[in-house]
């Protein structure tokens, strides 16, 4: 089976720890996804950031959230949110810390457990 391309959405000034060890998830040779880094090295000009961040999701399947603890008040990660339904690209959430309070941001229904069996299911189920 083909692995489906995912765009990574998370908190860059929270977790980018977390985005690391989902991209060392992928390249598990057993991975059903693998990372599309569309990341955004330097700021685009707030006039056309959204329009160029919609194109990054449109090339990819899934778009998975990383939810730690301020993910909900992360303007960048909402957009991208928004961005995914726009692109009708199909998308989750994965609790990024266990050990912490991650309250989900709007716009996302849920977030799942972050776990390797979870992975394999919500990324397979993704049309």
Not at 95 to 107: L, T
Not at 110 to 116: D, E, L, Q, S, V
Request: contains cysteine; aromatic residues 12%.
């Amino acid at each position: 089976m083909a692995k489906k391309r995912a765009f990574i959405s998370f908190d860059f000034d929270h977790d980018e720890d977390l985005r690391n060890l989902l991209v060392g998830q992928a390249k598990n040779p057993e991975s059903p996804f693998e990372i599309s880094d569309y990341s955004v090295r330097k700021p685009w000009a707030e006039n056309n950031w959204e329009t160029k961040c919609l194109e990054r999701i449109k090339k990819t399947e899934i778009v998975i959230i990383i939810v730690g603890e301020y993910t909900y008040r992360a303007e960048g990660v909402l957009t991208e949110i928004k961005l995914a339904k726009i692109a009708e690209v199909p998308y989750f959430g994965l609790h990024g810390r266990s050990d912490k309070n991650c309250p989900v941001p709007g716009g996302l229904d849920k977030t799942y457990k972050w776990t390797w069996d979870n992975l394999k299911v919500l990324i397979s189920g993704a049309r």
